[in-house]
Nanobody, 120 residues
């Protein structure tokens, strides 16, 4: 069974830093694109950052560029989101997503979500 298990969420003060981690199992991690999404109450789930297989292509939502950094360690089946200079608007449930393609169709798995609250 495929699983994505997240950790690292919590409460952090504005301007602080937090690192989210996602550990995968049950599938060939290195072959999947990894993404971080977030969803605040009453809002749509949005893509925050993503990294392709091989870590040759990274992209970020404009609002987090220069502050967040996504990485992956295929040897450990993990992806991380380093969050620096966090802002109150970063408060959301953060989800790890693994995406792959089979016969032209995208499939994937979601993590359980981890709450990030930016508050003084």
């Amino acid at each position: 069974q495929a699983h994505l298990v997240e950790s690292g969420g919590g409460v952090v003060q504005p301007g602080g830093s937090l690192t989210l981690s996602c550990t995968a199992s049950g599938f060939i991690f290195s072959a999947y694109r990894m993404s971080w999404y977030r969803q605040a109450p009453g809002k749509e789930r949005e893509l925050v950052a993503q990294i392709n297989k091989g870590a040759t292509d990274l992209n970020y939502q404009d609002s987090v560029k220069g502050r967040f950094s996504i990485s992956r360690d295929d040897a450990k089946n993990t992806t991380s989101l380093q969050m620096n200079n966090v802002k109150p608007e970063d408060t959301a449930m953060y989800y790890c997503r693994a995406s792959g393609r089979l016969y032209g169709r995208t499939h994937g798995y979601w993590g359980q979500g981890t709450q990030v609250t930016v508050s003084s």
